[in-house]
C-alpha cells in the first residue's frame, strides 16, 4: 500500500505543469516578476513616539505564501518583516486591542513600511 501511495504522488507531481497565459486547457498560473525584498519600518503612535511590542502583521494581495505570520516592534518601534515574493501586500499594527490604518506596498526589493497606531 505505501509503494502505491508513492507510486501515486510520483505521477501526479510528474502530470503537474505550469500552463502558458495562451494555454486553453486552464487558467493561466500567474507568475511574478520583480525581487524579493524584505520590508522594514517603524511603529509609533498617534503623536509620533515609537511603540514597542505591536504586531505587525501582513496580508498578500495576491496569496502569495508568507514565512511568518506576524513580527513585534522593537523598543525603538522597528520591525523588519523576511523577504517576501514580489507583489502587493497590505500591513497592519495592533496592540492594546488598536489596529492602525493599513498600509499598502507594493515589494520590488527592499522596501519600506512605517505604520501608526491610534
Not at 28 to 54: C, I
Not at 61 to 68: K, R, V
Amino acid at each position: 500500500m505505501r509503494s502505491l501511495c508513492v507510486v501515486l504522488v510520483l505521477v501526479l507531481a510528474a502530470c503537474t505543469t505550469e500552463l502558458p497565459a495562451n494555454d486553453s486547457r486552464g487558467p493561466a498560473v500567474p507568475k511574478t516578476s520583480g525581487r524579493a525584498g524584505q520590508v522594514t519600518g517603524t511603529v509609533t503612535d498617534a503623536t509620533g513616539k515609537p511603540v514597542e511590542g505591536a504586531l505587525v502583521q501582513v496580508n498578500s494581495h495576491e496569496m502569495h505564501p508568507l514565512p511568518d505570520i506576524a513580527v513585534h516592534s522593537l523598543p525603538d518601534g522597528h520591525y523588519s518583516w523576511p523577504s517576501l515574493e514580489p507583489g502587493k501586500y497590505q500591513f497592519t499594527a495592533l496592540k492594546d486591542g488598536k489596529t492602525g490604518p493599513a498600509v499598502e506596498v507594493t515589494i520590488d526589493g527592499p522596501t519600506t513600511a512605517d505604520l501608526r497606531l491610534p
